[in-house]
């Protein structure tokens, strides 16, 4: 058992989550059954479910498959939910925290200790040495370097021809002057979209930073550059 505190539901949050519990097991699991948070799952579909570009990327580079749970059917995730009055008896009930750090440290250590190491109810085995001799030799491997969150946002040209992401400025062709473009940022590149097609790419720059190309702008303007 692995659990994990936050205050958020955002993408970030889920993915630090998911990042320490790959640390904790020592490898990714094959698939993860979510529910329809909106960070994970930006349509929910019994058959075909369209997940957010930020969980989609997530995933792709961590290897595993997500098969999300049914809206409205909570016999698809009954283990989960019968395990959250057992943390809450357990780790929280009359505790007292200075702040989520040190609660999420102490929890840790008891998913390792006490969760793991009971006399489970049911099998009459220590789950934690079940899974380190059944399960864990099947995970894939653990990830080498931590995951950099992109950042994603739908921005407007602006009358100057650029665009602004990560508090930093970008040229964009002149044809697309006043419409909204999709924007990802990651540590080295920028890539602009408009409705799915990509149409520029530029290095990414620091805060206050300007990237522009000269064949971007018209004719007139190509002093500014």
């Known amino acids: 058992m692995f659990v994990w505190l936050s205050f958020a539901q955002t993408l970030t949050a889920v993915i630090a989550g998911c990042e320490a519990a790959w640390r904790f097991f020592g490898g990714v699991y094959h698939v993860l059954v979510p529910d329809n948070m909106a960070a994970v799952v930006a349509a929910a579909d019994a058959v075909n479910p369209r997940f957010t570009t930020g969980w989609l990327e997530y995933q792709q580079a961590r290897g595993f498959v997500t098969d999300p749970a049914r809206v409205r059917s909570p016999r698809d995730k009954p283990r989960v939910e019968r395990a959250v009055p ?24 008891w998913c390792a200790s006490t969760a793991g190491l009971r006399v489970h109810g049911t099998t009459r085995a220590r789950p934690a040495e079940v899974f380190a001799e059944r399960e864990q030799h099947l995970l894939l491997p653990a990830p080498g370097q931590p995951y950099v969150l992109p950042i994603y946002a739908e921005v407007k040209v602006h009358r100057d021809f650029h665009v602004q992401v990560g508090k930093a400025l970008y040229s964009v062709p002149k044809a697309f002057l006043g419409r909204t473009v999709s924007a990802r940022a990651d540590a080295e590149l920028v890539k602009l979209f408009h409705r799915g097609q990509l149409i520029k790419t530029h290095p990414r720059q620091a805060p206050g930073g300007r ?10 303007k190509t002093g500014y550059a």
């Open 211 to 220: 990237s522009t190309d000269p064949e971007d702008l018209p004719a007139e």
């Open 86 to 109: 057992y943390v809450r008896d357990n780790v929280f009930a009359g505790e007292e925290f200075v702040d989520l750090a040190e609660a999420q440290q102490r929890v840790q250590i």
